[in-house]
């Protein structure tokens, strides 16, 4: 009996176990207390940020933008008229070089034409201080010379008519030039006035006469025979021979 007694009080008495009591709360709740404590912090985070970056942050941010995009654009105008002035100007330098290589072809033409006319202008002198002009046809300053190449000759010559010049001359200028080809073999070779159709004359006074002819490669030029023939009739007029070493 006393046994039973101290088991009953053991169990029951002061001396026995605590208990703990818990509420259990089923998961859908437990979903929707997260979903509204995240809502919750969403709108607290939204608040802040739009409190810094509205109202007049935003304007801010708004003119410089805005500010941004004028400047842009005036850079690109500012970038077009640049390129199209220089375009421009590199037209124009190509222009002005065009123009000053021209200049130079002109200026270089003029010179030897001027020394050419000089030439001219001193043996004309050179007859009138005579006193007289040969009668009939003349040849003066005739030169046969190689023009740089082994087989290239050009020539040059001024022919003048003196005497009472009743009507002007009518003629042509006809070389014949004496070659020695290879192997020893001789041979001639006619060659026409290369500056007018045919090496046509056509002058009361004087007329410059100059061209170019060209040998056979190989060939040695030994004479040329310069002659001017009478048109009509090819009458030889007048004649002259280089000789050459």
């Given at each position: 009996m006393p046994s039973l007694f101290r088991r009953l009080r053991s169990n029951f008495g002061i001396g026995s176990s605590r208990m703990a009591i818990r509420s259990q709360l089923a998961w859908q709740w437990r979903w929707l207390l997260n979903l509204l404590m995240m809502a919750a912090a969403g709108v607290i985070v939204w608040w802040l940020v739009s409190g810094r970056i509205g109202g007049q942050d935003v304007d801010q941010?708004?003119?410089?933008?805005?500010?941004?995009?004028?400047?842009?654009?005036?850079?690109?105008?500012?970038?077009?008229?640049?390129?199209?002035?220089?375009?421009?100007?590199?037209?124009?330098?190509?222009?002005?070089?065009?123009?000053?290589?021209?200049?130079?072809?002109?200026?270089?033409?003029?010179?030897?034409?001027?020394?050419?006319?000089?030439?001219?202008l001193g043996f004309l002198r050179?007859?009138?201080?005579?006193?007289?002009?040969?009668?009939?046809?003349?040849?003066?300053?005739?030169?046969?010379?190689?023009?740089?190449?082994?087989?290239?000759?050009?020539y040059h010559m001024l022919l003048t008519q003196g005497g009472q010049r009743k009507q002007d001359f009518k003629g042509r200028v006809q070389l014949v030039a004496h070659v020695d080809a290879q192997g020893g073999a001789q041979s001639t070779l006619s060659f026409p006035d290369a500056t007018a159709p045919a090496g046509a004359l056509d002058f009361r006074f004087y007329q410059k006469v100059e061209g170019r002819f060209t040998v056979p490669d190989g060939a040695a030029l030994k004479s040329v025979d310069v002659r001017v023939v009478a048109l009509p009739g090819g009458q030889v007029k007048l004649s002259r021979t280089v000789n050459f070493p």
């Open positions: 941010m708004r003119q410089r933008l805005d500010a941004l995009t004028e400047e842009n654009a005036a850079l690109k105008r500012s970038l077009e008229s640049t390129r199209g002035t220089l375009a421009e100007r590199e037209g124009q330098l190509q222009i002005e070089k065009a123009a000053q290589g021209e200049l130079a072809r002109s200026s270089a033409q003029l010179q030897e034409e001027n020394a050419s006319l000089k030439d001219d050179k007859l009138m201080s005579s006193g007289a002009t040969p009668e009939g046809l003349g040849v003066s300053d005739l030169r046969i010379e190689r023009d740089g190449a082994s087989n290239a000759y050009t």
